[in-house]
């Protein structure tokens, strides 16, 4: 008997339960209320787990590929003016020494970019 799912949104979180779903033989509906996927101006950031779960779906590398390690982080207003910021060399310094970088990241955080048209 073939069980079946049904995955309510095809962002990064739907898409990858319906491929892991998949994989196990599930029968698996996404909807979406979107009509079409184009650029939407949004990014999305990815840390170090969430990048391990994608390479279990065997996308890791096609998103390290397209994505740009981030050198600094924070956070900004609407218009782009810094709230609170982390300098670059704050990133990449460990806090303490039991503190390590994923070697297959390199950075302590991965940005994935979707441009407006």
Known sequence: ???????????IGGLSAAIGLRRE??????????A???PVGAGLVLQANGLRC????GLGEAVRMRGLADASAGT???????????PAGDL????????RIDPQIRKPFLGVVRYLA
């Open 25 to 34: 033989g599930w029968d698996v509906t996404v909807l979406e209320r979107v």
């Open 54 to 57: 994608l390479d279990a779906l």
């Open 1 to 11: 008997m073939t069980r079946t799912a049904v995955v309510v949104g095809a962002g």
């Open 36 to 38: 079409a996927f184009g």
């Open 92 to 99: 990449e310094r460990p806090p303490h020494p039991e503190f």
């Open 76 to 86: 900004r207003r609407p218009d782009g003016r810094w709230l609170a910021r982390v």
